[in-house]
């Protein structure tokens, strides 16, 4: 899991790192520029409406991509060791495949300090699992048929989160249930 601590620290150990750069450079300030971006957009995930997390995702991608260039440019101008350079790289691709994974609706999660309030959807599914005890996403489905299954797991998935309910199972097996500590 990644939270904004992490990418405060991250963006500041890249400061850090930069300051060992030219002072007149353009690359010093480029890279910097390009972290606090970064840093901006990934905070921002935890409270972007679905409409525009797409489009923040995607800024997201690219600005990785530029500042992983940025980052071969500085490291080939020898100004500090190069396995300086390859850590932060490291941290930077960490966070790609997170976000790669948050796109594909894997089990990333992205920390968020205050979680927002259930949707009038998971509060009904909350209130389906209190009478069942336990449900599987088919059942959903014929509740919510307007709903796409996509949307109905990532619901589960904010649940699951918020350690309101449990997954429990494999493949075609999965079920979910009341969470044992809530």
């Known amino acids: 899991m990644i939270d904004k601590n992490h990418f405060t620290e991250l963006t500041s150990n890249l400061y850090s790192l930069t300051l060992l750069f030219p002072k007149k450079d353009p690359l010093r300030y480029k890279i910097r520029g390009v ?11 935890p409270h972007c409406k679905s409409a ?46 997170t976000i790669e994974q948050f796109e594909e609706g894997e089990k990333a999660v992205v920390a968020v300090e205050t979680p927002p309030a259930l949707n009038e959807r998971q509060e009904k599914i909350l209130e ?11 059942e959903l489905t014929e509740v919510f048929p307007e709903v796409s299954k996509r949307t109905l797991i990532r619901d589960l998935e904010v649940l699951m989160y918020k350690n ?3 997954r429990k199972g ?13």
């Open 35 to 45: 972290a606090d971006e970064l840093l901006s957009s990934l905070v921002s995930i």
């Open 52 to 97: 525009k997390l797409k489009n923040l995702i995607f800024k997201i991608r690219k600005d990785l991509e530029v500042l992983d260039s940025l980052l071969a440019v500085a490291k080939s101008q020898n100004w500090v060791s190069a396995s300086n350079i390859l850590d932060i790289q490291e941290e930077y691709s960490k966070i790609r495949k």
């Open 128 to 138: 389906i699992l209190r009478e069942k005890k336990r449900i599987q996403i088919g």
């Open 164 to 166: 309101l309910i449990e």
């Open 170 to 182: 494999e493949g075609r097996g999965v079920f979910y249930n009341i969470a044992e500590t809530s």
